[in-house]
């Protein structure tokens, strides 16, 4: 159901807000944003139009880099909204 290496995962945004609540185990959670100061730049692509990302990436300015993170363990939540990039 869930991928056992998180972090091997794309990084995403969702289309509604949601909460996340651990049943099991523990991971860093951590929500990304774009840093237009490292210069450098990022490939995007939209799920939306594109669901099995076939088309080509939209290069977009700015290195990723971790904005916030936190350790996400049984029995915590978490609130994400929908620009929030994890």
Not at 33 to 50: P, V, W
Not at 52 to 58: I, M, N, R, T, V
Request: proline share 5%; aromatic share 14%; hydrophobic share 30%.
């Amino acid at each position: 159901l869930f991928s056992k290496v998180p972090p091997e995962t794309f990084i995403h945004n969702h289309r509604t807000n949601f909460f996340s609540y651990c049943v099991f185990g523990d991971y860093e959670h951590r929500m990304w944003k774009a840093d237009l100061s490292q210069g450098g730049c990022h490939y995007e692509f939209n799920r939306t139009q594109d669901i099995s990302l076939q088309q080509a990436p939209c290069r977009r300015e700015g290195t990723l880099a971790v904005e916030l993170a936190h350790q996400h363990q049984k029995g915590l939540a978490y609130f994400i909204g929908n620009p929030g990039h994890h």
